[in-house]
């Protein structure tokens, strides 16, 4: 319900909406309009800036760089038997298990249950101790026009290290959330991992 007061000198709404009473100053109606398209432009802005982005976690493991880059970089054929809960199956597309610039194909489960596929190409950096995973096609890239992940171990004592994730990211468009499962997914891959490792 809504009445014209005029008591009041300045044009004032009054507002009965169920239990809630109050006055709007008819005065201020167009600066909040004004206010109103600054704040939806400054939410536009926010969205198209989250079409892209950079994740980057750190992950301490036991065990040494060596041990740790091994696993990653030329044994990802233990994968399914190791961490089989994350990893159902990883095949050679192209190349070898160690090529630089190898293709290979994941069969995984995310951490809701959901089951996917993955076709990515490998780059290696034995210097600095990283794996660059770049996507190609599979359920990921259906959302994504980017998809990166970057694992790169980093000493921190004679046995101890940490495994570096960074995942860079661009969807395709607004409507497909940011990939903050695949990211849990990573992290806990790497987590699992480690006893495995220390085992071999």
Not at 21 to 31: E, L
Not at 34 to 63: C, D, F, Q
Not at 89 to 115: A, P
Not at 153 to 158: D, G, L, M, V, W
């Amino acid at each position: 319900m809504i009445k014209r007061n005029s008591i009041l000198k300045r044009h004032l709404l009054y507002i009965n909406q169920g239990n809630k009473c109050y006055f709007i100053d008819q005065n201020k109606t167009k600066q909040k309009k004004h206010e109103w398209k600054l704040l939806n432009k400054i939410r536009k802005r926010e969205r198209e800036m989250a079409t892209s982005g950079t994740y980057v976690t750190e992950v301490p493991l036991k065990g040494t760089v060596e041990k740790h880059f091994k696993r990653y970089r030329n044994e990802n054929y233990l994968f399914p038997d190791t961490i089989g809960h994350h990893i159902q199956s990883v095949t050679v597309h192209d190349g070898e298990w160690d090529t630089q610039g190898g293709i290979k194909i994941w069969n995984y489960t995310l951490g809701d249950g959901k089951e996917e596929v993955f076709k990515e190409r490998r780059e290696i950096d034995d210097d600095n101790k990283i794996v660059k995973v770049v996507g190609l096609e599979g359920h990921v890239m259906e959302q994504f026009k980017v998809y990166e992940i970057d694992f790169q171990f980093i000493p921190k004592s004679e046995e101890d290290c940490v495994c570096k994730i960074t995942m860079i990211w661009e969807k395709r468009n607004d409507d497909f959330p940011e990939p903050s499962s695949y990211m849990q997914l990573l992290k806990s891959m790497v987590i699992d991992m480690e006893d495995h490792v220390l085992k071999a």
